[in-house]
């Protein structure tokens, strides 16, 4: 049975989330990293094509299709083998896939490069339910809200880390080869690909890191059948069967839907700032927005970990909610690039993990050992969907408003999301 209140081993649980930790921020930098190397490459070398002009659009799709397609057998391999295995099988392919996208960048396939990164994103796909899964079966429930801070805070380390680092380091090297022989789509590709050798090295790190995690147990009694494939909506049916669990997902739905939809406005600015794609200076830019966002995050996730160290507080939630529309509707309001600007990006990020940490604890706490990795697999495919959603209003919008008036659209959703919650507080459990 699996012990709820603490690890097996102190010692080798608190050492296993150490590991597991790493490798999650490992993998959410790789996949960042190359996103914004990808992106920056294809709006320069194919622009006013679909491919250049719409490529954060086609990127974010690529990104969730997997999680729709794949959810189910995901769930399967989390459930039925042991996580730490899984885990491990997905650090191998991830630096496989970096050297099939190195290749394709050095042949100047773009379209094949693309390719790779949805291959990555498969990738992801089968490590979410493994590391959200196995939080609990090393550290128990009494430091799982602390475990869920300190994975939300170091995942928003590597996205950002990913971003700024390809940013810079792609938007250097441009600078320099467009100095040296003038502006033209050559010099994207060299800036692009010594960026991607970089951090397929650095991918072997992840390697090391997950022979540092503990054996969790395998369940035999887990079989595979072919119905497996389309077991999407039974996952769902019996996530939604639980009161509990379903309005737990229904709210972190909606968090994944709004953080889905600040990408796009990110890049809506960018643009207006760096209208000439074949310039150094738009990646970098997004990224200085994601920094604002992330660093708020970082704050308010170390901070609700300090606070959930014993236990999960819910009603933490309900602040971070009406947190993140007041910094919407600032974001709409105040003119985009001065510092009160930035300041209020932070808002967003500092009150959002006061949403999403607690809730993201609570899922997996309340999820039966079994059926956790369906659970959460599940619940991927709740905001898969929603970010496909959200990928199709960010087209509508980037067609219709200004990126000002784009995030103002956010403000009232995001106020009735408060609104419900805070309905439901009597339901919400302290611990």
Same mark, same amino acid.
């Given at each position: 049975?699996?012990?709820?209140?603490?690890?097996?081993?102190? #010692?080798?649980?608190?050492?296993?989330? &150490?590991?597991?930790?790493?490798?999650?921020?490992?993998?959410?930098?790789?996949?960042?990293?190359?996103?914004?190397?990808?992106?920056?490459?294809?709006?320069?070398?194919?622009?006013?094509?679909?491919?250049?002009?719409?490529?954060?659009?086609?990127?974010?799709?690529?990104?969730?299709?997997?999680? @729709?397609?794949?959810?189910?057998?995901?769930?399967?391999?989390?459930?039925?083998?042991?996580?730490?295995?899984?885990?491990?099988?997905?650090?191998?392919?991830?630096?496989?896939?970096?050297?099939?996208?190195?290749?394709?960048?050095?042949?100047?396939?773009?379209?094949?490069?693309?390719?790779?990164?949805?291959?990555?994103?498969?990738?992801?796909?089968?490590?979410?339910?493994?590391?959200?899964?196995?939080?609990?079966?090393?550290?128990?429930?009494?430091?799982?809200?602390?475990?869920?801070?300190?994975?939300?805070?170091?995942?928003?380390?590597?996205?950002?880390? &990913?971003?700024?680092?390809?940013?810079?380091?792609?938007?250097?090297?441009?600078?320099?080869?467009?100095?040296?022989?003038?502006?033209?789509?050559?010099?994207?590709? %060299?800036?692009?690909?010594?960026?991607?050798?970089?951090?397929?090295?650095?991918?072997?790190?992840?390697?090391?890191?997950?022979?540092?995690?503990?054996?969790?147990?395998?369940? #035999?009694?887990?079989?595979?059948?072919?119905?497996?494939?389309?077991?999407?909506?039974?996952?769902?049916?019996?996530?939604?069967?639980?009161?509990?669990?379903?309005?737990?997902?229904?709210?972190?739905?909606?968090?994944?839907?709004?953080?889905?939809?600040?990408?796009?406005?990110?890049?809506?600015?960018?643009?207006? @700032?760096? #209208?000439?794609?074949?310039? *150094?200076?738009?990646?970098?830019?997004?990224?200085?927005?994601?920094?604002?966002?992330?660093?708020?995050?970082?704050?308010?996730?170390?901070?609700?970990?300090?606070?959930?160290?014993?236990?999960?507080?819910?009603?933490?939630?309900?602040?971070?909610?009406?947190?993140?529309?007041?910094?919407?509707?600032?974001?709409?309001?105040?003119? #985009?690039?001065?510092?009160?600007?930035?300041?209020?990006?932070?808002?967003?990020?500092?009150?959002?993990?006061?949403?999403?940490?607690?809730?993201?604890?609570?899922?997996?706490?309340?999820?039966?050992?079994?059926?956790?990795?369906?659970?959460?697999?599940?619940?991927?495919?709740?905001?898969?969907?929603?970010?496909?959603?959200?990928?199709?209003?960010? @087209?509508?919008?980037?067609?219709?408003?200004?990126?000002?008036?784009?995030?103002?659209?956010?403000?009232?959703?995001?106020?009735?999301?408060? @609104?419900?919650?805070?309905?439901?507080? %009597?339901?919400?459990?302290? *611990?």
């Amino acid at each position: 049975m699996e012990n709820s209140n603490k690890s097996s081993s102190e #010692p080798s649980g608190m050492r296993s989330l &150490g590991a597991v930790l790493f490798v999650q921020a490992q993998n959410a930098l790789n996949d960042n990293f190359v996103r914004f190397v990808l992106m920056g490459l294809a709006m320069a070398v194919a622009s006013g094509t679909v491919l250049g002009d719409k490529i954060q659009f086609i990127l974010s799709i690529l990104i969730t299709l997997p999680f @729709i397609l794949l959810a189910p057998i995901a769930g399967y391999f989390s459930d039925r083998f042991s996580k730490q295995s899984v885990i491990w099988w997905c650090a191998v392919a991830q630096f496989g896939l970096f050297v099939f996208i190195g290749g394709c960048v050095w042949f100047r396939q773009i379209e094949f490069a693309i390719v790779g990164f949805f291959l990555l994103a498969v990738q992801s796909t089968i490590f979410s339910p493994a590391k959200q899964g196995i939080l609990k079966e090393i550290v128990g429930t009494q430091k799982l809200g602390f475990a869920n801070g300190l994975l939300s805070m170091l995942t928003m380390v590597g996205i950002l880390a &990913g971003m700024i680092f390809s940013g810079r380091w792609f938007d250097h090297l441009l600078r320099g080869y467009n100095e040296a022989s003038g502006v033209n789509s050559e010099n994207v590709w %060299k800036a692009a690909l010594i960026p991607i050798l970089g951090i397929g090295l650095f991918s072997l790190t992840a390697l090391i890191g997950t022979k540092m995690i503990q054996k969790t147990p395998e369940h #035999p009694s887990e079989k595979f059948s072919r119905s497996i494939w389309v077991r999407h909506f039974v996952h769902l049916r019996q996530l939604f069967q639980q009161p509990i669990l379903r309005r737990t997902a229904l709210f972190i739905t909606a968090y994944w839907f709004i953080a889905n939809s600040l990408f796009f406005f990110f890049v809506a600015f960018a643009k207006k @700032i760096y #209208p000439n794609v074949q310039q *150094a200076g738009l990646s970098s830019a997004i990224g200085e927005m994601m920094v604002a966002v992330g660093g708020g995050l970082i704050i308010g996730s170390l901070l609700v970990s300090f606070i959930s160290r014993k236990r999960i507080i819910l009603k933490l939630c309900i602040f971070g909610a009406f947190g993140m529309a007041l910094g919407l509707l600032a974001v709409g309001i105040v003119e #985009p690039g001065i510092t009160l600007w930035y300041g209020c990006l932070g808002v967003i990020g500092f009150s959002s993990a006061f949403y999403i940490v607690p809730l993201n604890a609570h899922l997996q706490d309340q999820a039966d050992p079994e059926s956790r990795g369906r659970v959460i697999s599940a619940m991927n495919l709740m905001t898969s969907i929603a970010a496909v959603i959200a990928t199709g209003i960010g @087209i509508v919008l980037d067609l219709k408003l200004e990126p000002s008036q784009q995030v103002l659209v956010f403000v009232v959703p995001t106020v009735l999301v408060g @609104i419900f919650i805070t309905l439901a507080q %009597k339901s919400l459990p302290v *611990a």
